[in-house]
């Protein structure tokens, strides 16, 4: 049996893990994450590597508790995984999305997107088709989840094109 080709580019799209309410007078972009949080990024980020889904690079919120899910990736793949923090992604929309996933240098085969929802399910909703994309989420997209999207071509600067889910890791329930 011949193996299965690689994809022309991967999207991996990662919502931060659970953070704490914030406190009296704390920003919500310095909100961070709890306890379960801080555990399910782990478990998340060591699921990830155990399946060689390591992307080359990471483009991660400038938000705390984002910063806080990346490092956990960081810490289970390794200490020279890229990770660029991009103000856009904390309050952008999805045209912000996809404007920066779609600019990225076509070398890339391999982008980690980690963000915000509403934002992370509406991208995943545009790049899966509302029905593949409620299958993978039926509740909606859970913080801490990470999707794992191939696509046959590249996004242009004009669109994100459809792809097919490759993987859906979330903590809570285990890989799919």
Same mark, same amino acid.
């Given at each position: 049996?011949?193996?299965?080709?690689?994809?022309?580019?991967?999207?991996?799209? /990662?919502?931060?893990?659970?953070?704490?309410?914030?406190?009296?007078?704390?920003?919500?972009?310095?909100?961070?994450?709890?306890?379960?949080?801080?555990?399910?990024?782990?478990?998340?980020?060591?699921?990830?590597?155990?399946?060689?889904?390591?992307?080359?690079?990471?483009?991660?919120?400038?938000?705390?508790?984002?910063?806080?899910?990346?490092?956990?990736?960081?810490?289970?793949?390794?200490?020279?995984?890229?990770?660029?923090?991009?103000?856009?992604?904390?309050?952008?929309?999805?045209?912000?999305?996809?404007?920066?996933?779609?600019?990225?240098?076509?070398?890339?085969?391999?982008?980690?997107?980690?963000?915000?929802?509403?934002?992370?399910?509406?991208?995943?909703?545009?790049?899966?088709?509302?029905?593949?994309?409620?299958?993978?989420?039926?509740?909606?997209?859970?913080?801490?989840? /990470?999707?794992?999207?191939?696509?046959?071509?590249?996004?242009?600067?004009?669109? /994100?094109?459809?792809?097919?889910?490759?993987?859906? /890791?979330?903590?809570?329930?285990?890989?799919?």
């Amino acid at each position: 049996m011949p193996a299965a080709s690689a994809p022309v580019f991967r999207l991996l799209l /990662l919502r931060h893990a659970k953070a704490a309410w914030a406190l009296p007078g704390q920003k919500d972009f310095d909100r961070t994450l709890d306890d379960a949080g801080f555990a399910d990024a782990e478990v998340l980020a060591d699921m990830a590597a155990d399946q060689d889904l390591r992307p080359d690079i990471v483009l991660c919120s400038t938000a705390v508790r984002c910063r806080q899910t990346a490092d956990a990736l960081r810490r289970a793949m390794s200490e020279d995984l890229e990770i660029r923090y991009i103000d856009g992604l904390y309050a952008g929309g999805a045209n912000v999305y996809r404007d920066i996933i779609s600019s990225q240098a076509p070398a890339l085969s391999a982008l980690m997107v980690v963000g915000h929802n509403p934002v992370i399910e509406e991208i995943l909703n545009e790049v899966l088709g509302e029905e593949a994309a409620t299958k993978a989420a039926p509740a909606g997209y859970p913080a801490g989840a /990470l999707a794992v999207i191939d696509f046959e071509v590249r996004p242009s600067d004009t669109r /994100l094109p459809l792809g097919i889910l490759a993987a859906w /890791l979330d903590p809570d329930t285990h890989s799919r």
